[in-house]
């Protein structure tokens, strides 16, 4: 699936099959993908990229061939893809400061029934996962992966404040929920409060009708403050997830869907004493651990609605709209 800029430009074509894969290298066969606002502003064409760019960042397969050299991974392996090919392990490196190497933005994407790329493009998907399910790792459920357990250090008993009910904040409850932590969920959707309630979350919050609803989750965690936000709002919610904070807690600064620039409230980040740490997604290290660390909580994700690859247009103005709870799928 390829775009020049625009969803109505949006084209679905034939293209030459990428052929058997050469040293290190592995052929997948695309069953599914996971939409992510990154992609969508992509398609949007908000973020430029090469005229016919093939789209989306996550697919997950299966193994048909490996090239020479190739140990990690056998015809038949269940697959999923690396949103920082490059990114093996550890402190981020200089080429995870940009997309220059992130399928469907610096390189061509997954949005492909098969695709030849090093060994690094991918990790084994979690055991006995469908292939939508296993789609939804690399960009939002990495994310939310790195956010609470590798840069935050979660630890049972703590608090996590999650923003909405999309992808990274879906992902973030599980997590929470897996490691022994507590939830407060934030929506202006009481339906959607109610399924993140059914989750596993602990407190839930309407912001529409608590405007101020850092006071709240602070008052629910007993005047102490929660331990972690995950902050997708970007700066129209930043001032809120600091008054819902602890004193030396840690706010994981995620999403832009309110603007990509604001002020920040240095004297209320200050008396917080709060961490305040920027990330996109992780290495290829963090996925292989997460993927094990998935294996053993054994929640499944939430998909939303899975759509045929054909119908990626209608997917995209699906994500577009904030409907959705959890993911949303296509599939090959």
Not at 34 to 63: C, F, K, M, Q, W
Not at 148 to 169: F, I, M, P, R, Y
Not at 214 to 223: D, E, P, Y
Not at 268 to 280: E, H, N, P, V, Y
């Amino acid at each position: 699936m390829q775009s020049p800029g625009g969803l109505d430009r949006l084209v679905l074509e034939e293209t030459a099959d990428p052929g058997a894969p050469g040293k290190g290298a592995i052929r997948v066969a695309i069953k599914a993908n996971s939409l992510n606002y990154h992609d969508l502003l992509v398609a949007l064409g908000t973020i430029p990229t090469e005229n016919g760019r093939i789209l989306l960042s996550d697919g997950a397969g299966v193994v048909e061939a490996v090239g020479e050299g190739v140990e990690e991974f056998k015809v038949g392996d269940a697959v999923v893809s690396t949103f920082f090919p490059i990114w093996l392990a550890g402190a981020p490196i200089p080429a995870a400061g940009g997309f220059q190497h992130t399928p469907g933005d610096g390189v061509d994407g997954m949005a492909a029934k098969y695709v030849v790329r090093p060994t690094t493009a991918f990790t084994h998907a979690p055991r006995g996962w469908t292939h939508p399910q296993a789609a939804t790792i690399p960009t939002s459920a990495l994310t939310a992966w790195r956010a609470l357990v590798v840069d935050g250090g979660l630890k049972a008993g703590e608090t996590v404040l999650v923003q909405g009910t999309g992808g990274v904040s879906i992902a973030a409850l599980q997590i929470a929920k897996g490691m022994g932590a507590k939830v407060i969920a934030t929506s202006s959707s009481d339906e959607k409060l109610e399924r993140a309630r059914k989750l596993g979350a602990d407190f839930t919050i309407n912001y529409r009708q608590e405007r101020d609803w850092g006071k709240k989750a602070f008052a629910l965690t007993g005047g102490l403050g929660v331990d972690h936000v995950i902050e997708v709002g970007g700066p129209a919610t930043l001032e809120q997830s600091l008054r819902a904070l602890k004193v030396g807690g840690h706010v994981a600064l995620i999403g832009v869907l309110s603007g990509t620039a604001g002020e920040l409230p240095i004297m209320l980040a200050l008396l917080k004493q709060a961490r305040i740490g920027a990330l996109i997604v992780g290495s290829r290290r963090d996925q292989q651990d997460f993927v094990r660390a998935l294996e053993v909580m054994g929640a499944a994700p939430v998909v939303d609605q899975i759509y045929p690859a054909a119908e990626l247009v209608e997917a995209f103005r699906h994500l577009q709209s904030g409907r959705h709870f959890g993911k949303i799928c296509i599939e090959w």
